[in-house]
């Protein structure tokens, strides 16, 4: 048997989807088309499902599945008792569902998607959040770059710049000091390169693909970024990002990229990001809190989400130990 938690969870989690209450009807959307909707006691779910398929959907197993009323019999839709479906089988129905109402190019994204591990949950992230907060100075560095370009970093301001150049080798970064006198490549790239992008600021779990096409477009610029004999890199660029817009962009480092996606580049950013929104959403609707309360709850007070999910994969990947590969078996005796 599977919940009205369960429906929730695996929607929320689907690019684009919308939860409202329509006449005391739990109803999720994309835009203004309904593809799930729950009975106002909860006990059926209505979901998109394929006019010239659905005769025979019913037909196969009716003490699950029923044909809409009369009213909307014109419609994509069929009625299943929430009792008689299980969790994978609500999942498939959910997915299908969503899938009728997105631009293919949507869909596809989210495939791609799916083989990512799924959405950390609020005991995993505590969790991590314990471990993380518990390293000694852990966010020394952070509170100094907050107070140093209060209310708000802008990097057209050189200090601004100046400030986040420290807290990137802070974090490891390792980017040259130049001495009096020489020029500063970071200094005069990133002011070149904050002219050239407009950052999308909204909360990583209202992000939309437009607007984290546009944030892995500037990583990828950002990154490129000459520094005398090499760029910027990936790591710093997707925190330089973070520090930007730190409640819209979840980080990465080289092994998070690595183990996550097997890349650094555009894309593999773009699918971080859709990945770090689906996380946000899940957790959202999981405590039923906002983004603020949600990381208070968890022990990071006063830090975004995007902040304490790339913590989650830092304690878990980054920190984490590999596992060791098995002594080899000792060669057997000459006979």
Request: net charge positive.
């Amino acid at each position: 048997m599977v919940t009205v938690e369960d429906v929730r969870r695996l929607a929320l989690a689907l690019p684009r989807t919308e939860e409202h209450l329509v006449r005391d009807r739990v109803k999720f959307r994309i835009g203004r088309i309904v593809y799930l909707a729950l009975s106002r006691d909860e006990t059926e779910l209505g979901f998109a499902f394929p006019k010239e398929e659905r005769a025979a959907l019913v037909a196969s197993e009716p003490q699950k599945f029923s044909l809409p009323g009369a009213g909307d019999l014109r419609y994509n839709w069929v009625h299943a008792r929430m009792a008689a479906l299980g969790t994978a089988e609500l999942a498939e129905l959910v997915t299908d569902a969503w899938r009728m109402c997105v631009p293919a190019k949507v869909a596809r994204a989210h495939l791609e998607d799916t083989a990512l591990p799924p959405a950390p949950g609020l005991d995993g992230l505590r969790a991590a959040a314990g471990v993380f907060g518990a390293f000694p100075g852990v966010d020394r560095s952070w509170h100094a770059l907050v107070a140093d370009t209060a209310p708000g970093i802008d990097l057209a301001d050189p200090a601004h710049r100046t400030a986040l150049h420290r807290w990137l080798n802070a974090w490891g970064c390792r980017i040259r000091y130049p001495r009096e006198g020489e020029p500063d490549p970071l200094d005069t790239g990133l002011a070149a390169w904050w002219a050239r992008h407009t950052l999308p600021g909204a909360p990583i779990a209202a992000l939309t693909d437009r607007e984290i096409g546009l944030l892995a477009a500037a990583y990828a610029d950002l990154a490129a970024l000459p520094l005398g004999r090499r760029g910027l890199g990936p790591t710093a660029a997707a925190k330089a990002l973070f520090a930007l817009r730190p409640r819209t962009v979840m980080p990465w480092d080289a092994a998070i990229a690595a183990r996550l996606h097997g890349a650094r580049d555009e894309r593999a950013f773009g699918r971080h990001l859709r990945t770090g929104r689906a996380w946000a959403r899940a957790v959202l609707a999981e405590s039923g809190l906002d983004e603020d309360a949600l990381t208070a709850g968890l022990g990071r007070p006063g830090l975004p989400l995007a902040k304490v999910l790339d913590e989650y994969l830092y304690v878990t990947l980054s920190h984490a130990p590999r596992p060791q590969a098995p002594a080899p078996a000792p060669a057997p005796a000459p006979r």
